[in-house]
């Protein structure tokens, strides 16, 4: 197995990266060859909002693009709310691809609660 992450940038605008890779053979629970990479860029955009973009590859000779994600968020002293919107292209037996829209509410001092839709 083999990983590799990295992060560069201030907080107005960074770039981050994952990547791992694990051989067939180096698993006992018969998991095929992983190779795969994840990109997200994240900004501040001033001292209230924040907005970060995201897209995990399958790097193996059949893949693609496995997760798509945008997320923007508010946060002040009381409260933070989040938007996020994701497309999963994974696709197994019983997983298809599929699209979902979370929207969470966090009361900094109560809890939080969310609601997804898709």
Excluded at 25 to 44: H, K, N, S, V
Excluded at 64 to 72: E, I, K, R
Excluded at 88 to 115: C, H, M, V, W, Y
Aim: glycine share 8%; aromatic share 14%.
């Amino acid at each position: 197995r083999s990983a590799v992450s990295f992060r560069a940038g201030p907080a107005a605008f960074n770039v981050s990266g994952d990547y791992f890779f694990i051989d067939d053979g180096a698993t006992t629970g018969g998991f095929d060859e992983r190779e795969e990479l994840t990109i997200a860029f994240y900004t501040q955009i001033n001292d209230f909002w924040s907005a970060s973009l995201r897209t995990r590859r399958d790097m193996t000779d059949n893949g693609g693009s496995l997760l798509h994600a945008l997320q923007v968020k508010y946060e002040d002293e009381c409260f933070v709310l989040i938007a996020t919107a994701k497309r999963s292209f994974t696709r197994d037996a019983d997983i298809e691809p599929s699209d979902r829209i979370l929207f969470q509410f966090i009361f900094k001092n109560l809890g939080q609660t969310s609601t997804t839709a898709g």
